[in-house]
């Protein structure tokens, strides 16, 4: 059973605007979290993290909030460039735990 | 050459053949990992070495061999897969191979079992 959900495949913004990626965890012994990003014919790459003692993390254009009690986290990217237009992956782990789980992904379509 | 490179991008390969995937970091990291991805699926740690010690090895059947003979090469020999096996296989390094740690992928093979 998938203890890292992304139930939305495919997500698309109009350039400018806020995009807004979803994910879901059901272990609540999950404190750090990530987010990467792919591009098509590349590996994942780190976009941003959030540990469980904060409830939020920004870096310039991405921002992550994490929901403990909802076991929710979203990555809200504002402005949207074409340039974000990937597939973006949420993942989850426990301290003491080699495993990182990972979602299935969302693809982001910025439309210019 | 940076960061982290795969060899060969992809490959086709009988269930009878052997081959190896080769992976190498140029990033001075004491962790290297295989992952696999199968098709909407999430992405599956395999193995994980740190300091060339395996120390994680995720119910992969024995047709999947590691090797990592030092901290910037990793191998994974395949021998007598099935076509349940066609993936992406993608290696990644961390610094340490602390939990938390990010990771640091290559490109991935692309493995196609005839």
């Known amino acids: 059973d998938q203890q890292v959900k992304q139930n939305s495949p495919s997500l698309s913004v109009q350039e400018g605007r806020i995009s807004i990626l979803n994910c879901d965890y059901t272990?609540?012994?999950?404190?750090?979290f990530l987010w990467y990003k792919k591009y098509p014919a590349e590996g994942p790459t780190f976009l941003i993290s959030?540990?469980?003692?904060?409830d939020k993390n920004e870096d310039g254009r991405f921002t992550v909030f994490l929901n403990k009690s909802a076991k929710h986290l979203s990555l809200h990217i504002v402005p949207s460039q074409p340039g974000d237009s990937a597939v973006y992956f949420c993942a989850a782990g426990a301290q003491g735990a080699n495993n990182l789980f990972f979602g299935t992904g969302t693809r982001l379509t910025v439309i210019p | 050459e940076t960061g982290v490179t795969q060899t060969p991008r992809h490959l086709v390969m009988g269930m009878t053949n052997k081959k190896s995937l080769k992976c190498e970091q140029h990033?001075?990291?004491?962790?290297m990992y295989w992952y696999k991805q199968s098709a909407k699926k999430p992405l599956e740690l395999m193995f994980v070495?740190?300091?060339?010690?395996?120390?994680e090895n995720n119910s992969v059947p024995s047709r999947f061999s590691p090797e990592c003979p030092n901290s910037s090469h990793l191998f994974l020999h395949l021998h007598t897969l099935q076509p349940e096996d066609s993936a992406l296989y993608l290696c990644?390094?961390?610094?340490?191979?602390?939990?938390?740690?990010?990771?640091?992928f290559g490109s991935g093979t692309q493995l196609s079992v005839l």
């Open positions: 959030i540990s469980s003692i904060k």
């Open positions: 070495y740190s300091l060339e010690e395996r120390v």
């Open positions: 990644a390094s961390s610094q340490e191979g602390f939990p938390g740690e990010k990771l640091f």
């Open positions: 272990n609540s012994m999950f404190d750090y």
């Open positions: 990033l001075g990291h004491n962790a």
